[in-house]
């Protein structure tokens, strides 16, 4: 037995030892454990956390970094305005700016109950498929509602309508541990109130969405396709209940179906791809890969708005732009793990390992040899994520397809950094629309292949539970 495993205390190390026979025992650190990415991890932890550089950039590439920064910080401008640059918001969209959702580069959160202030969460929007819509589905992974589309926005410029308002509410409900501990769980109710543009169809399916973290996003971009592919098990061919499998979506700009990676349900294929539709979507900007406004064919105020195209052709986010706000979002690093040799800490990732958390929050990837960013490349990775659908059960469910995604599946989101969520932004929560208030609450949402894993946590008693909260923050 190992001496680090001796020095633990009594109660510590009956705890390391809890771990299934059939599951690693860990008794120490990992070499390169804190590094979780890699040579690009940054060495903070404070509220400025998501907020810098890959640690691996040289001075003159962090010179287009704090330009895409900048991009990224600054508000936009309604058109016509003497700010060319930024100018073009709307006629709909959500906010001003990227920053006002991923605050501090961090993640968002749903408005309190009775405020219809939905800066950082947004609300998805489609209707069931149909065969008809083949080609729609083919390219945009949903049906888009008729009148309202794919998204709710709700702000515009003056003269033309807001779609509408978003109010969340709550119901309770109380999970019982094994020892009698308790916890308050929250499901939530959207309602959508002042429609702009008259009633919504009436089989649509809505899905709140908070900004997720933008951390490591370029090393995720990294893994080798194959590499995220030899994880799926869609037929549970190892009878572990585990069916991983990747989404198929659309890539703008090679015009075929490629594996998604980015996004709640895994519906972007890239991170350039999602920054366009995040600026199309949440800010109404065109750019050379979605040229027109956001806008159906029943908004005729919108579709007649001015807007920030220049004179030669150029686009609201011209393709310059939009280069130095993708390296931006490439390049934010991950913040290296704290406590990784702490008795607590490693008890309680045996416990993780035990419930089987592993499965789908695969621990570890190589980054590939030709990374978009060469800083990228070539890096061992700890994301905790295999970057797969799974189907979390009913209480998840949002019932709304995307692409190969049903309403019960989600990609399984990395955890690299969470332990400084409430850190970087104190109003953070988690799991896809906010409801979880810490990450405690956000387990025990856990269901469907998760819910052996769950049941798992339900009997960890107050020790157990500290352990494995411990082991969670120090990502």
């Not at 890699?38 to 932890?45: E, H, I, Y």
């Not at 490349?377 to 905790?384: F, K, L, S, T």
Request: hydrophobic share 40%; with cysteine; glycine share 8%.
């Amino acid at each position: 037995m190992s001496m680090s495993l001796l020095r633990l205390s009594p109660l510590l190390l009956a705890l390391a030892l809890a771990a299934c026979d059939d599951a690693p025992r860990f008794t120490q650190a990992e070499p390169g454990e804190a590094l979780s990415g890699g040579q690009a991890t940054v060495q903070r932890s404070d509220r400025n956390a998501f907020s810098l550089p890959s640690a691996n950039l040289s001075p003159e590439r962090r010179l287009d970094f704090a330009v895409g920064n900048s991009f990224f910080r600054s508000p936009w401008v309604i058109a016509p305005s003497t700010t060319t640059a930024r100018d073009g918001l709307g006629p709909l969209f959500n906010t001003n700016a990227c920053q006002n959702c991923h605050v501090r580069d961090g993640r968002g959160h749903p408005p309190e109950p009775g405020d219809s202030n939905a800066v950082s969460m947004l609300v998805r929007l489609s209707i069931p498929d149909q065969p008809y819509y083949a080609q729609v589905i083919e390219r945009l992974g949903v049906v888009p509602e008729p009148v309202y589309g794919t998204q709710l926005q709700d702000m515009a410029v003056p003269g033309v309508a807001p779609e509408g308002k978003v109010r969340v509410s709550y119901d309770s409900q109380t999970v019982t541990f094994k020892d009698g501990h308790q916890v308050e769980l929250r499901r939530p109710t959207l309602q959508i109130t002042q429609l702009g543009y008259g009633p919504m169809h009436p089989d649509t399916r809505f899905s709140a969405r908070i900004a997720p973290p933008m951390i490591g996003l370029g090393l995720l971009e990294a893994i080798a396709e194959a590499d995220i592919l030899a994880n799926e098990d869609p037929d549970d061919r190892n009878h572990d209940g585990i069916r991983g499998r990747a989404n198929r979506v659309w890539d703008d700009a090679q015009g075929k179906t490629v594996v998604g990676r980015f996004g709640w349900k895994a519906g972007q294929p890239n991170v350039n791809q999602q920054n366009v539709h995040a600026f199309a979507g949440d800010m109404g900007l065109t750019s050379t890969l979605l040229p027109k406004d956001d806008c159906t064919p029943a908004q005729v105020d919108c579709l007649a708005a001015p807007n920030g195209d220049g004179a030669d052709g150029e686009k609201e986010v011209s393709d310059n732009l939009l280069r130095l706000v993708t390296f931006y979002t490439r390049n934010l690093g991950v913040p290296a793990r704290r406590d990784v040799a702490a008795p607590q800490v490693l008890a309680g990732k045996n416990l993780f390992y035990q419930a089987g958390c592993q499965s789908c929050h695969t621990p570890q990837f190589t980054t590939a040899a030709d990374a978009a960013e060469p800083e990228l490349a070539n890096q061992v990775i700890r994301p905790y994520s295999d970057l797969l659908l799974h189907d979390m059960g009913p209480g998840l469910s949002d019932e709304r397809t995307e692409f190969a995604a049903n309403g019960q599946d989600w990609r399984t989101p990395p955890l690299w950094g969470i332990g400084l969520s409430q850190t970087v932004s104190s109003d953070a929560r988690f799991l896809h629309d906010g409801r979880a208030r810490d990450l405690l609450e956000a387990v025990l949402w856990h269901g469907g292949e998760a819910q052996a894993a769950r049941d798992q946590v339900l009997t960890f008693n107050a020790e157990q539970r500290a352990a494995l909260l411990a082991f969670l923050n120090s990502l």
